[in-house]
């Protein structure tokens, strides 16, 4: 996989200024249910605040796409080359992966955070800072667990209408800011 470890440190907080530069690195496993049927992958996803860089493959490795976020610019190439930049992540991830990738949310999300700019709903686990569930962007949001104690999610279930996603995040790496 594409997860490098140097010069990065693990911690426990991903409660981030949305401002800040900050830089984080998950790798896990996605499922997605869309009208009946079943699609399953790897991801890598490298974020900063300027650019997202997500990885698509097989549970055998193999490449299937990789999109690119740069502000209001999306990006997805598929494993033969193939580009596409028109249309929204959603829209263009649905067409080529089958299931659709709620990429500009779901960069918050994937850290326990609402997207600051929309508005949200969010419900904690008693006592703690971790979410429960959250509402954004017609998403329902759930936290079914997080890695050890810290406020880092493990596993994530989504559903929009008749999709259902469920990421499993085996690997975190979250760079210090200074």
Not at 56 to 64: A, E, M, Q, R, Y
Request: proline share 4%; glycine share 8%; charged share 25%.
């Amino acid at each position: 996989m594409l997860l490098q470890t140097a010069g990065c440190a693990f911690i426990d907080s991903p409660i981030l200024d949305p401002d800040s530069s900050f830089v984080f690195v998950a790798g896990g496993r996605v499922a997605a249910k869309v009208d009946g049927k079943s699609y399953s992958a790897k991801f890598s996803w490298k974020s900063s605040k300027k650019v997202d860089n997500i990885s698509i493959f097989s549970f055998l490795g193999n490449s299937i796409a990789h999109i690119k976020v740069r502000g209001e610019k999306f990006t997805l190439k598929t494993n033969d080359g193939k580009v596409f930049r028109t249309g929204s992540a959603e829209e263009v991830t649905s067409r080529v992966l089958g299931w659709s990738l709620p990429v500009s949310g779901l960069k918050y999300w994937i850290t326990g955070n609402v997207d600051p700019h929309k508005p949200s709903s969010i419900r904690f686990l008693d006592g703690s800072k971790r979410p429960l569930e959250l509402l954004q962007d017609g998403w329902r949001v759930e936290y079914g667990s997080y890695l050890d104690e810290s406020t880092l999610p493990k596993k994530i279930l989504l559903s929009h209408k008749k999709m259902k996603l469920r990421i499993i995040i085996d690997k975190w790496v979250l760079r210090k800011v200074r």
